[in-house]
DNA sequence: AGCTACCTTTGGATCGTTCTAATTCGGTAT
DNA sequence: ATACCGAATTAGAACGATCCAAAGGTAGCT
């Protein structure tokens, strides 16, 4: 309860140099552990430095060595549990490397990304991870950015046009393999008409996951019915309001492909009010793999991106560009797994 | 895609300097907004710095000024949406105030802790906020952080006894009150034999919870039957396994005060497997107020402890400390708010 | 002794900023 | 002339580390 500890005077290296009769240069190899140094006197430093309890400024170290070791994570949404996962594995591989994460959130809005961007280079990392607000774009990005720091794109396409100079890596999801594997496992289950459900065109993501159902339902020559595709913004509520449009025009589908879990689980619902059992009477797939979905009424049928390995994967991708800067720059494409739940039940056999 | 952009040296003061003919010390003058220089020439040193895309080098200034503009945020675990969260709103206000929020994960591991503390120190952190770790304590924590920046605890207490010189700040959630609150308004609802479900006695948060559940049971003169407090792992599916010890003897209760939303959503999948319908046949009631708690089948009468709003006060906090290093060391307890749903409905009339 | 070689240690400059104590300069009062 | 003023600018020493070139010491060999 005392208020009376003086916040102890950083000790530095010239009060251990001091403290055992050497020069700052050799305590400094010390703690590099030099070879250079004798065995005896290391022992005498390393001993001081104990004594005095010495913390290491990796601040003035960085300036000296024109180094950092610090990489930014801008996120869109830490509220979302994907990239909360994801923030975590970065934190993690980088942590194992010795950097220490910066933090940034956009809270998916263009200009408070601008501010964090900025505001984080003043503290010179080595390198960002950035998965971009909604409507951020590429030449706002290029201009807080500059040429400071290698960028690594996660998750989402900047709007505008890619600058020519500006050699961004880039780690994306597969969207398209994953949707084609959740529609080839809703063909083999035995399915013949199939629906696209939810999501807005203009997303890349969506237009990436609608170009994977496509492809799978032409390699099996089956139909695509134009009115199967239902677009929808991607909550639950729009989709369970939007359930009926699948059920406009006869035969209706008997199983649908959804843009993402949070639309599934919303169809689920709607389904429930039409008097239908998801899981039984009508199939349907999700995306992202979120918490919720594996406790469904029913478990539901998803693709995971296991966002904590995307998080290393990431972490991993922007320590090798830092240790390459002239490399080519490179884009990943993470691939997703179909994790069978009991959402994508067999057409019901009436 | 060429590989040819040469990393831009970095643009420094010198270099602005030279580039209008005035002398470092000025530039820095019209950087931080001085009245002292002339506006012409701060006309000409602000053309100049957009001209050369200058960017401020906090690390070089904070070495110098002896300050910091960073605080460390050391979290057991990211991937509970709680401290997520939470996480975003110490972010935000951070930001707000200029400093920038260095993140390290323990993962409960209190030898990670260890290790994450002493690498994001070397960072010179103005503070710390600290969840710790299950098993941290005061003795290894005070060992890693020493004096060199102000703590804040959050959440839990740390294990072992609490150094007398080292004033650490704490803001903790009102567990006490807010079971008691739950516990008042099952009984207000007209329950008389009422369980307290859940949760591990030898960790701090569960006993206040406990003592609230027992506080609100003898103020409205109810009998607590010894085995109606059920421990266990505070896991869904362990939850789950516990239920039938509810009513292993009778009467049973009607309804349970469950340790957190975790385990009142593995004790609702309990009821259910015995053919009770939580909210309907049985009462429950959750702590945490976690994303699914409102989705449930029934959706869950919880306690909310605004995560968010918490991150935003810690980080306020802490900031104060900055301010005022010396003042006395305070405890903060942080009020919870029921959310009455579905699941603590009134007893059945039987 | 002188020469080389090796092992260990060190002074001083340096990174990019800020701070302190001048310094310059036109103008005014003495 | 001299002194003094206020306003604007600046040289140079910090901050805490690292790097470089050079120096001190010991030992071996002519």
Known sequence: MSSHTPIGRKVTLNDIAAGCSVSRATVSLVLRGSPLVNKHTRARVEEELRRQGYVYNRAAANLRRRTSSSIALVLNDLTNPFFAEFAAGVDQTLGEAG?????GCTSESATREQAVLSSLLEHGPGGIILSPAEHSNAHDVLAAVGTQAPLLLFNRELGGTMPEFAHWDQLMLDNQHGARLATEHLIARGHRRI???GGHLDSSSCRQRHAGYVQAMQAARLTIEPHWRIECAPTRLEAAHQTSALFSSTPAPTAAVCYNDAVALGLMLGLNQRGLRPGKD???TGFDDIAEAALGMPPLTTLSAAPRERGQQAA??????LHEPQ??????IASVQLIVRESSCPPPTT
């Open 99 to 103: 950097f220490v994460t910066l933090l």
């Open 282 to 284: 009508f199939a349907l």
């Open 327 to 332: 490399a080519d720059s490179r884009k990943t």
């Open 316 to 321: 991993q991708l922007i320590l090798q560009r």
């Open 195 to 197: 629906a696209f459900f």
